[in-house]
């Protein structure tokens, strides 16, 4: 049974399938889910990923059921198993959005229906499906484009350094010390088909010649106490004028949102002509309806069947 829980659960032809898929219209794609349930099940809160899922689970034809993470309760109403046993049998899919991804492992160690993740600790690759679709309707392909990250190297910075490797891009990471992927995560993502990778602690170093500036607010959920060292650490890594004007003529801005405006990004370069937030927050369910209907295609799930 083939689960999405980090980018990489894709070989690089299945990548460029599901964003063929992203791309098709309902013509083609059909009504995969139709009778099928789809449980999305949200430790944390979320208005891109919980919007973005129940149309697209829609737009397949199938029933999305959202479920906060306490009604269900992990671990403390029942065991993770328990909970996906008995949902598996009421959908053809779950997804969830967890504190751990090690609660994902476990869903999917199971293989009753395919797991998908929303966002972990680790990785959040339905992002990254979203901003490589995005920068693919930019550059045609980013092959031997430059991809650069400033801000912490997070659960949203892995999943993208995964899907910009499998692409073939540059990756250039500005990253403030502490904060920075590791060698073994540098060689790691390297392996994976990136044209090359690199680190730096400084933002416009990064941004130097790149085709889209990513980043990400310094403060993400659940990081709430450590807000006052953070900001002081990122301190220098706010993407402005300067950090753009480094970058590729042209080049665009890309933050995965929500955004803090004079935090991580000023006003100018996120309301400006060469941000893309708003495609890429709307490509969130075009990366998400190709993914669901990828998983329809490996997993044998067509209309009809019953479980
Ligand atoms: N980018 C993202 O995952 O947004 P939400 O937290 O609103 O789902």
């Given at each position: 049974m083939?689960?999405?829980?980090d980018?990489?659960d894709?070989?690089?032809k299945?990548?460029a399938?599901?964003m063929?898929?992203a791309?098709q219209?309902?013509?083609v ?15 944390k809160?979320?208005?891109?990923t919980?919007?973005s899922?129940?149309?697209a689970?829609?737009q397949?034809g199938g ?8 009604e ?6 029942e065991?993770?198993e ?16 967890v ?18 993740n929303?966002?972990s ?25 430059t ?17 910009c490797a499998?692409?073939?891009?540059h ?7 502490g ?6 995560e540098?060689a790691?993502?390297?392996a ?8 730096s ?6 941004a ?11 403060v993400s959920?659940?990081?709430e ?7 002081r ?19 665009i801005f890309?933050?995965?949102l ?8 000023t006003s ?8 893309r937030v708003?495609?890429?927050a709307?490509?969130r369910?075009?990366?998400?309806r190709?993914?669901?209907a ?7 799930i067509?209309?009809g069947d019953t479980?």
């Amino acid at each position: 049974m083939r689960h999405f829980l980090d980018t990489i659960d894709l070989q690089r032809k299945e990548l460029a399938r599901v964003m063929e898929l992203a791309t098709q219209r309902q013509e083609v794609l059909g009504w995969p889910l139709a009778d099928y349930g789809v449980a999305l099940i949200f430790e944390k809160p979320s208005n891109r990923t919980r919007q973005s899922m129940e149309m697209a689970v829609v737009q397949l034809g199938g029933h999305p059921i959202f479920t906060r993470g306490e009604e269900v309760g992990f671990d403390v109403r029942e065991t993770v198993e328990d909970i996906t046993r008995i949902m598996a049998g009421y959908h053809a899919m779950i997804a969830a959005r967890v504190f751990d991804h090690s609660v994902l492992e476990r869903m999917a160690s199971l293989n009753d229906v395919p797991i998908i993740n929303m966002l972990s600790d680790k990785s959040h690759p339905l992002q990254s499906l979203a901003d490589i679709l995005t920068m693919r309707e930019e550059f045609g392909s980013l092959k031997g484009k430059t991809v650069a990250w400033i801000g912490d190297y997070n659960n949203v910075a892995r999943s993208l350094a995964e899907g910009c490797a499998l692409e073939g891009a540059h990756i250039r990471l500005g990253c403030p010390s502490g904060y920075g992927a590791s060698d073994d995560e540098l060689a790691r993502i390297s392996a994976l088909g990136a044209a090359s990778i690199s680190q730096s602690t400084s933002a416009s170093q990064a941004a130097d010649g790149a085709h889209a500036v990513h980043t990400d607010v310094f403060v993400s959920m659940g990081q709430e106490s450590e807000t006052e060292r953070r900001l002081r650490d990122f301190a220098e890594f706010q993407v402005d004028d300067t950090v753009m004007a480094a970058a590729a003529t042209d080049a665009i801005f890309m933050h995965c949102l929500p955004a803090h405006r004079g935090v991580e990004v000023t006003s100018e370069v996120i309301d400006g002509p060469a941000s893309r937030v708003v495609r890429q927050a709307h490509n969130r369910m075009h990366a998400a309806r190709g993914l669901l209907a990828f998983l329809c295609e490996v997993n044998d799930i067509t209309k009809g069947d019953t479980k």
